[in-house]
Each structure stands twice: as C-alpha cells, then as structure tokens.
C-alpha cells in the first residue's frame, strides 16, 4: 500500500496496554480521515507489542491506510506491515530494504538535515520526516527545524515530506504552505476531546 494521498500522519501514543482502547481510539481517527498510521510503542513488551499491531494492521488494511511500524524490523515483518520508520542511517536504510524488500515503504528522520535528506532520498527512502518545528512533548530535546528548511526539501525532492514535532490545528497550515505533504502528529490528536473531531479538522487543511 503506496502513500497515494497527503495528509494527517497519526503516531500512536506510547503506554496504551489496553488493545481495545487503542483499537477504538485508532478507528476514531482514520473516520476522522488520517492518510497514515505508525505504531510507535515505547513501554510494552515484545509479545504485547506484537498483539496491538496485529490488530492495528488489520483496521488500517480495511481502511486502505498505510501502517508503518516505528524502528523495530522484525516486528514490522510479522505483521506484516505496510513499512518502518527509521533514523538517520545509511547503514539502518540499506538494512531494514534487504529485510523488507522494495515494495514496503521506508521513512527516515532527517531532522534538520537537508544534506542527509538528500543522502536518504538517494539511498531510496520512500518518505522524509524533518522536525521538530515547535516544542514537542514526545521529544522535548529534539533539535528545532526551520520553515526554509521544509520549503527547500519540497523544491527538492518530488517523495513525500513529513513535518513532526509539537504540530496542531493553529500551526499545521503554516507547514503545509510550506511544502509538507503529511504533517505527523500524536497528541493534538490523542489527547484531543475528541480525537475524531481533531483528525477532521485537522484533515481539512489539506483541501
């Protein structure tokens, strides 16, 4: 499953080790209309891990939503997931492609970066992810990414660009303009009032 459409990028929290509670929150959010989702667990154990992503992969398929699993190759090969997420690492790029194969998809972090967003994109990356743009709960030392630095890569490179990093309702647009084709993002939504709500409104800034 390709990254056909641009759009909200929904990373799951970290910690939820009730599987239906973050079954239900996952179906709120692809109604609400998220284009992607990664599985990004921090907490649990491996065979927990295993049992969430099983079921989130099967929700995101009846969706048609790419399901990408945060860093972890083996766990993405036994759910068989739609790709990974990785660091900044040749070595890691070329790894997790001789694991995976050409057809699952592969994002990079390339935080600030353009030299190895480039390097990335070359060594066949599927997406780019450049952030943080503002203050991040989930990362709160990451280093900060400007706006030119999203308007450049979006000149440069023709593969999906990724924003991440403290993204909302009142600063999404701006990355948008900017170039972004998906803006990647956990809590605005998670912790929304309603996550469903949020994921709309937020999906609207694309059209």
């Not at 009846?62 to 190759?73: E, L, Q, S, T």
């Not at 972004?180 to 009032?193: F, G, K, L, M």
């Amino acid at each position: 499953m390709g990254l056909e459409k641009n759009g909200v990028y929904w990373l799951t929290p970290s910690g939820m080790k009730n599987t239906k509670n973050l079954t239900s929150l996952t179906r709120d959010i692809l109604n609400g209309g998220a284009r992607m989702v990664q599985y990004r667990e921090k907490v649990l154990n491996a065979e927990e891990k295993y049992h969430q992503a099983l079921q989130l992969k099967k929700l995101c398929a009846a969706y048609r939503v790419p399901f990408i699993i945060n860093d972890c190759i083996e766990l993405t090969r036994a759910v068989d997931a739609d790709g990974i997420h990785i660091g900044k690492s040749d070595s890691s790029l070329k790894l997790a492609r001789k694991a995976l194969g050409p057809k699952k998809i592969i994002g990079v972090s390339c935080y600030n970066n353009l030299d190895e967003a480039e390097k990335m994109v070359h060594a066949g990356a599927d997406y780019i992810a450049f952030g943080s743009f503002h203050a991040s709960i989930t990362k709160p030392d990451a280093p900060i990414c400007s706006t030119r630095t999203l308007k450049e890569a979006a000149k440069k490179f023709s593969i999906p660009i990724v924003a991440i990093g403290g993204i909302n309702l009142g600063n999404a647009s701006n990355l948008i303009s900017h170039g972004a084709t998906h803006v990647a993002i956990i809590d605005a939504i998670s912790s929304a009032a309603c996550p469903y709500i949020a994921t709309k409104r937020l999906s609207g800034l694309f059209y």
